[in-house]
């Protein structure tokens, strides 16, 4: 994590109140010191108690003559000028809409030291980590169509003494670039990078089954053309990996509660089938409904580990 770079982080926090906050946004200060500017808004069961007040003992007095609940308690950082970042602290005792219960800091110019520093106090006062017990939420169902696309030798190629880290970027950009622009008239949901290949995966229904399908598979055939392209590029002058391989499937997965990410059968054929499949070729499990008569299909067998025998539709890439 480099300064510049804007970070987000919750924090459970039991009920506190401004005496509180006042003092957890003085140790931000102190571990982040450029951004010397505070202003606080302060929001009331009955009223607005500060408006981004600057003068810290304006509020304490409002809340002396008004005492009430606390709904919002908001704080901004800010440096002498422009260049030193932002930085915002919001607390609210209960969850309101989507916004859930606790402290949100977030920041677009912490460091990863800086962060530490100031997590570490707050971990100790608060005892955050007994507030962070361990709890289940169930994966949502869905339909998914998943597509695992691979780079055929890319280890070997990668150990040959004239390729450096630099031209494997370089390579690697391209690759992923192919497979994102292949997809770009029906984008999947998730595009998740697997170092040497990538998963592409679309939550489907009955209204667009049909449409991710086809993306997928005259978007997985573009792949390998605009791959060879790649390879024929003259920046790339120490060669690279020639083929790409893929495997398709479909059927019932679930997403991962807050990550974003899916966990289901479906990815596990296609992740088999990718690695079994030759570099040129579609291996598509025979899950994957509504394939047009565009696509020539071939009737054929595939040994995947743990399912053993398979049967599939094999497609030859132009």
């Known amino acids: 994590m480099q300064a510049g770079h804007t970070v987000t982080r919750h924090y459970p926090l039991p009920r506190i109140d401004f005496a509180d906050f006042w003092d957890i946004c ?3 200060m102190r571990v982040h010191p450029s951004l010397s500017h505070i202003r606080y808004t302060i929001e009331g069961s009955e009223t607005t108690l500060a408006d981004r007040e600057a003068d810290v003992s304006k509020i304490l007095g409002r809340l002396q003559r008004k005492p009430q609940d606390i709904l919002l308690m908001e704080a901004e950082f800010e440096g002498p000028n422009t260049r030193e970042g932002f930085a915002k602290a919001v607390y609210r005792p209960v969850p309101v809409e989507d916004e859930p219960a606790g402290l949100t800091l977030t920041s677009q110019s912490i460091t990863k030291l800086q962060l530490y520093q100031f997590e570490s106090l707050l ?4 005892n955050l980590d007994d507030a962070a ?11 998914i169509l998943a597509a695992i696309i691979d780079l055929r030798g890319f280890s070997q190629f990668c150990e040959k003494p004239n390729i450096e880290s630099p031209y494997t970027c370089g390579l ?5 670039q192919a497979v994102r622009h292949s997809y770009i008239k ?3 949901e998730l595009m998740k990078f697997l170092g040497d290949g990538v998963l592409a995966l679309w939550e489907t229904t009955a209204q667009d089954r049909e449409i991710a399908i086809d993306i997928c598979l005259s978007g997985s055939l573009d792949i390998n053309n605009r791959w060879q392209v790649v390879r024929r590029s003259s920046q790339f002058t120490h060669g690279a990996p020639e083929e790409v391989a893929i495997g ?6 679930s997403q991962l509660p807050e990550v974003g990410d899916y966990i289901g059968r479906p990815i596990n054929i296609a992740s088999r089938l990718s690695s079994v499949c030759p570099g040129g070729q579609l291996y598509v499990d025979k899950s994957v409904p509504s394939i047009g008569p565009e696509y020539a299909k071939d009737d054929a067998t595939a040994h995947i580990k743990s399912f053993g025998r398979y ?3 094999r497609i030859q890439a132009g």
């Open 123 to 126: 971990y100790d006062k608060y």
């Open 186 to 188: 029906y984008p999947p």
């Open 311 to 313: 049967y599939i539709w």
């Open 133 to 143: 017990h361990t709890s289940i939420e169930f994966g949502k169902p869905c339909e």
């Open 26 to 28: 003085g140790t931000f």
């Open 172 to 176: 690697m950009h391209s690759f992923y």
């Open 248 to 253: 398709i499937s479909f059927g019932l997965a």
